[in-house]
């Protein structure tokens, strides 16, 4: 599987859940393979993984609650999770389903398969967790109130740090300023609303419910998920291997799409 395959047309759709939308691009065929993605990346953040999963596997790109064409839904994590859900089970009813999250998503992908045990498969969990630390919860809780005051432009910078390492930054400034300009368009109210979600997140208790396999990745460099917390994830999880990634931080399937593509191969099939 590489990120070189040639390009795969995604095409657009979305399923309405009551009187709200949810938007995904869907392309290829096999095996349903779901791509949750983070909070401060949007779905294009798999733009470089999306065509060669869609080669083996039939690839639902999602846009999360308030991202992209996709209604916000207000609530917590647990609504956004069961609107995901909602979603997923109009869209497929013919098996289960695998999630690979990144970040937010991984929470996302986390918390729906805690909720909605009938539709995932398999987990992968890139840069995610089952809690944060005090300071952890405290960054959230800072940017949210800093967004409030000056929008999400007064915290731009810091988000790029939580996504990329600072030398990764500097060698790669184009990405970073598309990267930039895509948070700029998140739903500021979406945004809050995470924030204090996660902020608030503990779902260590819940983990030993998670049944179906699961691979946790994390970026040996990453800020806004330390590796601390994806090993406390894996040990939480009844059937979960932990594999860190070196040189990456927050978003791996970016920075390093190769290594991200070859670490997660054998365990989707």
């Known amino acids: 599987m590489s990120s070189a395959s040639q390009a795969v047309e995604f095409m657009p759709t979305h399923i309405d859940v009551g009187a709200q939308r949810v938007s995904m691009q869907v392309a290829g065929s096999g095996p349903t393979l779901v791509l949750f993605h983070s909070l401060l990346a949007d779905a294009s953040s798999f733009a470089l993984i999306a065509g060669p999963l869609a ?44 999630f690979l999250g990144n970040g937010y998503g991984g929470f996302v992908a986390l918390l729906t398969a805690i909720r909605h045990p009938e539709l ?33 432009g007064l915290i731009a910078d810091v988000a790029m740090r939580r996504l990329f390492a600072p030398s990764y930054q500097a060698l790669h400034p184009e990405l970073i300023a598309r990267r930039k300009a895509r948070f700029l368009e998140l739903d500021l109210q979406t945004f809050h609303n995470a924030c204090q979600a996660l902020a608030g997140l503990d779902l260590l208790d819940q983990l030993a419910s998670v ?41 791996p399937q ?16």
């Open 211 to 251: 049944k179906v396999p699961a691979l946790v990745l994390v970026g040996e460099m990453d800020e806004a998920t330390p590796p601390a917390m994806s090993s406390e994830l894996a040990a939480g999880l009844p059937n979960a291997e932990l594999v860190v990634l070196p040189d990456c931080a927050h978003v």
């Open 55 to 98: 080669a083996t596997h039939r690839v639902l790109l999602l846009d999360l609650p308030g991202f992209g064409d996709s209604d916000r839904v207000d609530g917590g994590l647990e609504a956004v999770a069961d609107r995901v859900a909602s979603a997923l089970q109009q869209f497929s009813a013919d098996g289960k389903m695998i």
């Open 120 to 152: 995932a498969a398999r987990l992968v969990l890139a840069d995610c967790g089952a809690k944060f630390s005090e300071p952890g919860r405290a960054a959230f809780l800072g940017m949210s109130a800093a967004a409030a005051k000056g929008g999400l």
């Open 254 to 269: 970016l920075q390093a799409p190769e290594l991200f593509l070859a670490s997660i191969a054998k365990f989707i099939g």
